[in-house]
């Protein structure tokens, strides 16, 4: 099993560079990244603007932190958590996402998430009841891009017809798309349209995990936010988790390293 953290890098904490060369350092296998475009301010929706972590305002554009990540090691696994690629153009994210792997070497994952925030989401013209479609879709034609040297797609929210794009990933397949979320029926809608279902390690994960296992299903588990005590970590483990991602306390200077002792000590129960 693949140990990950996810550490939120600002403008006030060390660079994404910087924080992948520790996280590799300490012998962790992956590095997640969040994304936010833009906290609105002025809000009518259930989570508002002023109960959420000042940090989502300060978040880097998450492929330029990507990409600084990988040029900066040469071992570690690159990944979001999540992309929100219901506010992505899917041709120019594809070849974003495609250069990213060839320059790290096919390193780059990725977990796709659909949006939580609805006047985030309309202020990218997107409507909130629409985005689970939108991002099946826009999944689905940039594994096109990816993988065809013709590609071409026709849904109802993506359309275009025969088209060149390069680089292609260096990873057979194109890169790993996990669906990211703990709705109802998202490991179905992992199982028809993703590489696999990354959940926040809620109550009731390892029971899915394990329904999953138990029917046959080889579909890649990626659990984010496994809190790091070693019952927990146990239990992920047993469940049949692909990959348990702490996230890091801090990615300030003097103050990660303490985290990422942290995260050492949970994975050795595992490891």
């Known amino acids: 099993m693949e140990i990950g ?24 296998d992956a590095l997640h990244f969040g994304e936010h475009s833009h906290i609105p301010v002025g809000r009518d929706s ?13 978040l880097p554009d998450l492929l330029i932190a990507l990409t600084t990540a990988a040029l900066a090691t040469t071992r570690l696994r690159v990944s979001s958590a999540v992309i929100q690629l219901a506010l992505r153009e899917p041709i120019t994210t594809a ?35 629409t985005r689970y479609d939108l991002v099946r879709e826009r999944m689905l034609a940039m594994r096109e891009i990816w993988r065809e040297e013709e590609a071409s797609f026709h849904g109802k929210f993506v359309r275009f017809d025969s088209i060149l794009s390069w680089p292609k990933p260096v990873q057979p397949g194109g890169v790993p798309l996990f669906f990211g979320g703990n709705s109802p029926g998202s490991e179905e809608r992992a199982l028809e349209y993703g590489d696999g279902w990354a959940p926040l390690a809620l109550a009731g994960v390892p029971d899915r995990i394990r329904t ?50 942290e995260v050492r000590s949970a994975a050795a129960a595992v490891v």
Not at 8 to 28: K, W
């Open 5 to 28: 953290v996810h550490a939120t890098c600002t403008d006030e904490t060390l660079r994404p560079d910087e924080v992948a060369v520790l996280v590799e350092q300490a012998g962790i």
């Open 46 to 58: 259930e989570s508002p603007a002023e109960g959420m972590p000042r940090e989502w305002a300060r």
């Open 95 to 129: 070849k974003a996402l495609a250069t990213i792997d060839v320059l790290s070497r096919g390193r780059l994952d990725l977990i796709v998430g659909h949006g939580a925030i609805t006047e985030q989401m309309r202020n990218h013209g997107v409507d909130p009841g």
């Open 212 to 261: 999953l296992r138990n029917a046959g299903h080889q579909l890649r588990v990626v659990a984010v936010g496994v809190p790091t005590d070693r019952a927990g970590v146990e239990e992920y483990a047993a469940a049949g988790a692909d990959r348990i991602v702490f996230r890091l306390a801090s990615a300030m200077p003097g103050e990660i390293e303490r985290s990422l002792d």
